[in-house]
Every structure is written in C-alpha cells, then in structure tokens.
C-alpha cells in the first residue's frame, strides 16, 4: 500500500509498506487493544475495508495521484509510518486481515467509514458504540451490520496478491 503521509493534496511524503503492516499501525492508532475482541474485530473489518476500497476504487489514481490511501484521517484512516503496534491488535490483524466487509451479491468491499462515537459522529460505524455492542453480547458481524446494514456480510479474500494498477 503506498500511503501519502499527509492530506491528499499537502506537499508530503509517500511511502509504500505491505498491507498487513499498514492495518496494524492504523488500528494501533485508531482503537484500543483492551476493548473486547468482537469490538476489535468490527473495527479491523471496516479499517480493511476502507482501504480496500480504495485500493480496488483506484480512488486516488484516478484522480491523478501517485498513492493509494492517505494518512489523513479526515479523508481515509489515521496511520503512523513504523510505529509500535499493540499485542493484542498484531495478533488479531496477523489472522483477519484477509477479511472484510461486502454487500450482499457484491465482491467490492465497502466504504467502511467509521469514527470514534464521542468527538465526531458519522453515517458509518461508531468506535466506541462498538463497545458498547461487544459488551452486550454482540459477535463482531452484529456489530459490522447493526452499522452498516443487514445485507453486509463479512467475506474472507480467496486470493490474496498485489493487484497492479489499471488506471488510466
């Protein structure tokens, strides 16, 4: 995945690490490795969801850019080149990061937004909200569709490799 490291159009730097690395370090800085597994899990789906997305969307491409996500949070995911990733949160990407979210009848992954339920709200799934699910009993797919619908289901990649870009 290569990761502008910045805001899409600030003057940053792009580099390119491989996709487990760059979900690890997201939902290192994203969610915290004491929430209950089902809540951890619901929120890695939507983490590889949203970049997935972009990924198979070639959103950035498209647009003329020379990266796949940025480290915005404003516009993608919150990601923080090489740093320290939790235990808990290594190990949980290390066997789901092959998982996402779909439609039902639909391979691409969706737009997964999501944010923290407590400073900002959204359309998408709450963070914190998802917590609150696990607390209650809720398995990680309740969560995913108690936001994002009941046709979402949560699919496992058959293949997983580097898809060269098509775009233009």
Same mark, same amino acid.
């Given at each position: 995945v290569t990761v502008h490291l910045g805001s899409p159009g600030s003057d940053a730097v792009n580099v390119t690490v491989p996709f487990v690395? &760059?979900?690890k370090s997201v939902? $290192? $800085?994203?969610i915290y490795p004491t929430w209950p597994r089902e809540a951890?899990?619901?929120?890695?789906n939507a983490e590889v969801s949203l970049v997935l997305n972009r990924l198979y969307t070639e959103w950035y491409t498209s647009?003329? &850019?020379?990266?796949d996500v940025s480290a915005s949070p404003a516009f993608d995911q919150y990601y923080v080149h090489q740093r320290e990733v939790f235990n808990t949160i290594d190990t949980l990407v290390?066997?789901?990061?092959d @998982? &996402?979210?779909?439609?039902?009848?639909f391979i691409?992954?969706?737009?997964?937004?999501?944010?923290?339920?407590?400073?900002s709200a959204c359309s998408g799934l709450s963070q914190w909200g998802s917590v609150d699910l696990a @607390? @209650?009993?809720y398995q990680s797919l309740d969560i995913v569709q108690y936001y994002y619908g009941m046709d979402t289901e949560i699919r496992v990649a058959p293949i997983v490799q580097v898809i060269p870009n098509s775009y233009p």
């Open positions: 690395d &760059y979900i939902a $290192s $800085s994203e951890l899990l619901a929120n890695i647009q003329g &850019y020379d990266f290390d066997e789901y990061f @998982n &996402y979210i779909a439609r039902k009848g691409e992954p969706i737009f997964a937004q999501f944010c923290d339920g407590k400073q @607390n @209650n009993g």
